[in-house]
C-alpha cells in the first residue's frame, strides 16, 4: 500500500495528532502543534532518544541551554555570514522560492512567434528532485500545447542555479504565465532576528537558535569543569530550533520552529574516524530497533563533494516518504572546527587535558544531528496501514508500543454489572505506571477502532466472564487475537507485552 500524504494529514487532524498553528486564525505557515495524541508520541520518542542515547550510557551528560544566546555564537559558528538559501522572487506574485529546489523544463513548441524562431517556454517547478518538480511541470506544458501545439522533444531539465543568467528572462515561474518574473538568486539569512531589551537597535540584535549543537560546544568547558568526565566522551540536548525557511512545506517535514536531538562527541583525534563509523551505524540501528524496519530507511555517505570543508566525513539517515526519499538526521564528522572557531572568536581556551598522557589537544567532534519532529513523521508513515478485519476497511496505527501515544484501553464490555466499577479499578491501577486510556461508549467494535486509529497497542475488555472466573480479556492490534489473562495479573503482563516478553495466551 502506498501511503497518500493527504490521508495521513487528515488522520493527524482528525485523532488529534498535529494541528497546524493558531488555525482558528488562519494558520501560520510553516508552524504546526501537536494535540493530545501527537504530544505523546512526540515526547515517547524524545524520551526514547534521552534514555538510550544518554540514560543508559557512561559517556555521555546531557544540557539545557537557552534559546537566544550571546550573537557572537553565531558569528563563530559561521550562521551569522553564511547559513543562507539562495533565493528567488516572482516579481508578478510576490512569491520566494529556494533557488536551490527549483528546476527548470525547457520546452520547444513547434509554433514559431512574429520573427520565425521556434516558440520556447522554460517552466520552472519546484521539489527535492526534479522528478518531484516535473508532476505539475508537465501539466502546465499540457496547457501550453493547447496555444502552440505539441511540444518538438522531451524537455532539457536543469538546476535553476546552473542556467545561465542571459536565459533566465525565459523562464516562467511555477506560479505565473508570464517569462521573465524571476529575481536573481539571491541570499537569505534563515535566522529569525529579534532585540534583545527594550531599544530596537543594531546593537541589540540577537537571534533565535537556528541549532542546538552552538550551546553544546559554547558549554564544552563548563561540563568538562564540572562534570568529571573523560575522553570520549558526547554531550547530549532537545530542544527547540528555529529557521525561517523559505518553503515550508511536507506537512511538519520542513517546519520553522522544530526540535532538535543533538549530539556532540568529542574524542581524540586519531579515535575519530572509528567513533564517526560507530555513530553512524548506532544511530540508524535506533530507528530500526523502533519500528522503521523497512526497506523505506536509508543511510547515504556523502559523496566528497557534498561534504562541508571542515568535515571529512558526513551520512544522512533518510526516510523515503510519500513525498520523497529526504533527511531525518546527519551524522557529521565535524573534526575540530568547532571549537576551534569558538577559541578563535571568544579567546577563551576550549582545550582539554589529558590527565594520563599528559597532553593537550582540541577534540575532535562526531555530531549525530535528529530531528524529532522528522523522526515523528517517518514513524507515523511507517505506522500506517490500512487493513481488513472481518470483511471491513481498518486503519491502524501499528507503533512500537515505546512510542505509541496510549500503551492500553481499558473498556466495560457493557455499563451494568459491575463492569465498570471493575474496569476502573483495573484503568486507575495501570494509569500509575503507563499512559492508558478508559472508554466506556458506544458498541465494542467501534471502541476497538478508535484505539487502532491511535495506535493503542492493547486493548483490555470486561465482560460478562470475568464476574465469574476474574478474568479480563486482553486484545492485541495488530493481530486482533484475543485471550484471557486473570485480572489480578493485567498489570504486570501488560508491562511484560510492552516489553515485549512472552506473555501466556498472547503468543
Ligand atoms: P535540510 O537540508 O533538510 O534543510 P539540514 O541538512 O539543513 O536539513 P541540519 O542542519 O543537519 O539539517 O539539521 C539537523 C536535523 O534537524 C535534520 O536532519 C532534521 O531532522 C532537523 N531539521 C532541520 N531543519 C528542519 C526543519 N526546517 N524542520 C524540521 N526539522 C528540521
Known sequence: MELEMDKLVSLCKRRGFIFPSSEVYGGINGFWDYGPLGVELKRNIKDAWWRDNVQMRDDMVGLDCSIIMNPRVWEASGHVGGFSDPMVDCRATKERYRADQMYVFAYVFPATNSKGEPTEAWLAGLGGSPEEAAEPVEKRAAKLAKKFGKPADPPVVTPYLQIAADDR???????????????????????????????????????????????????????????????????????????????????????????????????????????????????????????????????????????????????????????????????????????????????????????EKKERFTPHVIEPSAGADRATLAFLCEAYVEDEVAGETRTVLKFHPRIAPVKAAVFPLVKRDGMPEKAEAIYRELKRSQNVYYDEKGAIGRRYRRQDEAGTPFCITIDSQTATDDTVTFRDRDSCRQWRVPAAGAVQALRDLLDGKAVPGAE
Open 169 to 355: 528572462i525565459k523562464v516562467v515561474g511555477p506560479s505565473t504565465d508570464e517569462t521573465g518574473t524571476l529575481t536573481e538568486p539571491r541570499s537569505f539569512n534563515l535566522m529569525f532576528k529579534t532585540f534583545v531589551g527594550a531599544l530596537e537597535s543594531e546593537s541589540n540584535v540577537a537571534y533565535l537558535r537556528p541549532e542546538t549543537a552552538q550551546g553544546i560546544f559554547a558549554n564544552f568547558k563548563n561540563v568538562v569543569d564540572t562534570a568529571r568526565v573523560k575522553l570520549p566522551f558526547g554531550i547530549a540536548q532537545v530542544g527547540k530550533s528555529f529557521r525561517n525557511e523559505i518553503n515550508p512545506r511536507n506537512f511538519t517535514f520542513r517546519s520553522r520552529e522544530f526540535e532538535q536531538m543533538e549530539i556532540e562527541f568529542f574524542c581524540r583525534p586519531e579515535e575519530a574516524k572509528d567513533w564517526y563509523k560507530y555513530w553512524r551505524d548506532l544511530r540508524f540501528a535506533w530507528y530500526t530497533g523502533l519500528g522503521l524496519k523497512s526497506e523505506k530507511l536509508r543511510l547515504r555517505d556523502h559523496d566528497p563533494e557534498e561534504l562541508a570543508f571542515y568535515s571529512t566525513a558526513t551520512a544522512d539517515i533518510e526516510y523515503a516518504f510519500p513525498f520523497g526519499v529526504s533527511e531525518l538526521e546527519g551524522i557529521a564528522h565535524r573534526g575540530a572546527y568547532d571549537l576551534t572557531q569558538h577559541m578563535k572568536f571568544s579567546g577563551k581556551d576550549l582545550s582539554y587535558f589529558d590527565e
